[in-house]
């Protein structure tokens, strides 16, 4: 928020931990729900700078049934989250998998790149109808720094609508 967007560059850096972190949930089949610019954390460790943590599993929901049997009950499938960071499946449906955080995972990293949303409006409604049904501008639209055409198009990949194609990218991003 205070210095804009981030050299492409760094912003790689930054998510390739990121990418790190939601595989790790991911093949314990936690699936974060709230990935958002609040909740990545970028800290020093030791003598390294930009060590990021991925924050506040609060919102977690299980895909791996016999995990979620042995540690909690839960009601039936809400639309819990962010509303600029939100799947259009888990505003749709409350359905959550791995592809609900690819998709959040693209909005951050659109945000990074660019210091703005994916989507801008006034309410939570409107936004809701951007991510079911506008199509992004190209983060080097919004941007006077420079973005590689592969990073441009990775991001607009994790923004896509129909959650198999994110599905695809899952298991490229883990191998990041």
Do not use: W
């Not at 049997?69 to 449906?93: D, H, R, S, W, Y």
């Amino acid at each position: 928020r205070t210095s804009g967007p981030l050299p492409a560059e760094r912003v790689v850096f930054l998510m390739r931990q990121v990418c790190h972190s939601l595989a790790e949930a991911h093949a314990q089949g936690l699936v974060h729900r709230d990935i958002t610019p609040r909740n990545i954390y970028a800290c020093r460790m030791g003598l390294d700078f930009d060590f990021v943590k991925v924050l506040d599993f609060g919102l977690v929901s299980y895909t791996n049934r016999p995990v979620m049997n042995q540690t909690l009950i839960l009601a039936g499938p809400t639309t819990t989250g962010t509303p600029a960071f939100m799947a259009p499946e888990v505003i749709l449906e409350g359905s959550v998998d791995a592809r609900a955080d690819i998709y959040a995972f693209g909005c951050v990293t659109y945000y990074l790149l660019t210091g703005e949303l994916v989507f801008e409006a006034d309410t939570p409604m409107k936004m809701f109808a951007d991510h079911l049904q506008t199509a992004p501008v190209p983060p080097s639209q919004r941007c006077e720094l420079p973005i590689p055409e592969e990073l441009d198009a990775l991001v607009l990949d994790c923004l896509a609508k129909d959650p198999a194609k994110a599905e695809q990218l899952n298991g490229a991003l883990a191998d990041t």
